[in-house]
Structures are given as structure tokens and as C-alpha cells.
């Protein structure tokens, strides 16, 4: 595992999800202010990505397929979501760890107090 310097938020992504479609806007911003996040694709990788890329070309290049062999709640389960539903985020901390979590669509100010809270 790759220790990050800073928090980064991850953010659980499947193309299927309408909540997490309506927070790209926000992520975006995010990552235009600055702010290290993530998008983490759960299923339909190439789907993902043109959705991503619709909203912000920098959140579809950073974005990483979880490898999850076709089981978003498993993958889900394994990050901390005992219900395995989205939307869903977790902070790695600057230790590599998860710190906080979040289950429900983001804000811009959501996304500030998770990373600032680790």
C-alpha cells in the first residue's frame, strides 16, 4: 500500500448509482480547489470514466478500477460499509490508514471536514 502525504478521500464510484452521478459536480470542484481525492470505480470502468471525463478530465485520469471480479458490495463490505450501498467514501489518512468514512452524497464542505478531520 502506497502511504499518501496528505488525506486523500476516497470516493466509491459505480455509473449505475445515481447519487454518486450527482456529486461529480462537487468532486470536480473539489479537485479544482485542491483537495485530494479519489474516485475509486466499482463497475463498468470505461462507462465510469466517460462519465467522469463528462464532468472533469483530471477526476476520470486519476480515478482507479477496484478490482472486485463483479461484487461492488463486497469491495464495498472490505472498505468499511457494512450495507455495501452508495454512495460511499472513505479518508486514508497520512499514516495509510482509513480515518473516517462517510456514507451518503457529499458536499463541498462534507469533503473539507472529512480531510481536515484526519
Request: one cysteine or more; a positive charge.
Given at each position: 500500500?502506497v502511504?499518501?502525504?496528505?488525506?486523500v478521500?476516497?470516493?466509491?464510484?459505480?455509473?449505475?448509482?445515481?447519487?454518486?452521478?450527482?456529486?461529480?459536480?462537487?468532486?470536480a470542484?473539489?479537485?479544482?480547489?485542491?483537495?485530494?481525492?479519489?474516485?475509486?470505480?466499482?463497475?463498468?470502468?470505461?462507462?465510469?470514466?466517460?462519465?467522469?471525463?463528462?464532468v472533469?478530465?483530471?477526476?476520470?485520469?486519476?480515478?482507479?478500477?477496484v478490482?472486485?471480479g463483479?461484487?461492488?458490495?463486497?469491495?464495498?463490505?472490505?472498505?468499511?460499509?457494512?450495507?455495501?450501498?452508495?454512495?460511499?467514501?472513505?479518508?486514508r489518512s497520512?499514516?495509510?490508514?482509513?480515518?473516517?468514512?462517510?456514507?451518503?452524497?457529499?458536499?463541498?464542505?462534507?469533503?473539507?471536514?472529512?480531510?481536515?478531520?484526519?
Amino acid at each position: 500500500m502506497v502511504i499518501p502525504p496528505v488525506p486523500v478521500l476516497d470516493v466509491y464510484y459505480a455509473p449505475t448509482c445515481l447519487p454518486c452521478r450527482l456529486e461529480l459536480p462537487v468532486l470536480a470542484e473539489a479537485v479544482r480547489d485542491g483537495l485530494s481525492v479519489t474516485v475509486m470505480l466499482l463497475t463498468e470502468e470505461a462507462k465510469a470514466r466517460r462519465q467522469l471525463a463528462a464532468v472533469s478530465p483530471q477526476l476520470a485520469a486519476q480515478a482507479v478500477a477496484v478490482p472486485g471480479g463483479g461484487a461492488p458490495r463486497a469491495v464495498l463490505r472490505a472498505a468499511g460499509d457494512g450495507d455495501g450501498i452508495l454512495p460511499y467514501s472513505v479518508v486514508r489518512s497520512r499514516q495509510g490508514g482509513a480515518c473516517r468514512s462517510w456514507r451518503g452524497a457529499l458536499t463541498l464542505e462534507r469533503i473539507r471536514r472529512l480531510l481536515t478531520g484526519c
